[in-house]
Nanobody
């Protein structure tokens, strides 16, 4: 079962913007909250922000703070990740998945590989 489908990636010049989309096939899955992750070449996967059904979000890591913004359209079971002022280090595959945390509202703490989608590639060029 395909739970999430990510889209919106591409090749963008440094300083540009993108809006990534995550369409969630199962509303009950969406209601548990959705987290974005990214994995850059040669690096470990890292969480970007997460958003709950009511719009509550986690804090942003320092490397993306002020440039990344997560939002959602619950009527469309879609979560967005707006990325602006793109930097070379933002180059990565971006995935969305269920938000698992160790405490209510806490940052994404783990994921289930079986719940991953294909991801969407973001490449920042000069």
């Amino acid at each position: 079962q395909v739970l999430v489908v990510e889209s919106g990636g591409g090749v963008v010049q440094a300083g540009g913007s993108l809006r990534l989309s995550c369409v969630v096939s199962d509303q009950s899955f969406r209601k548990k909250g959705i987290a974005w992750y990214r994995q850059a070449p040669g690096k470990e996967r890292e969480p970007v922000p997460a958003i709950g059904w009511s719009g509550e979000t986690t804090s942003y890591r320092d490397s993306v703070k002020g440039r990344f913004s997560i939002s959602s359209d619950n009527a469309k079971n879609t979560v967005f990740l707006q990325i602006s002022s793109l930097k070379f280090e933002d180059t990565a595959i971006y995935h969305c998945t269920r938000w698992y945390s160790d405490s209510p509202g806490g940052p994404p703490a783990r994921y289930e590989p079986s719940q991953w989608g294909q991801g969407t590639q973001v490449t920042v060029s000069s």
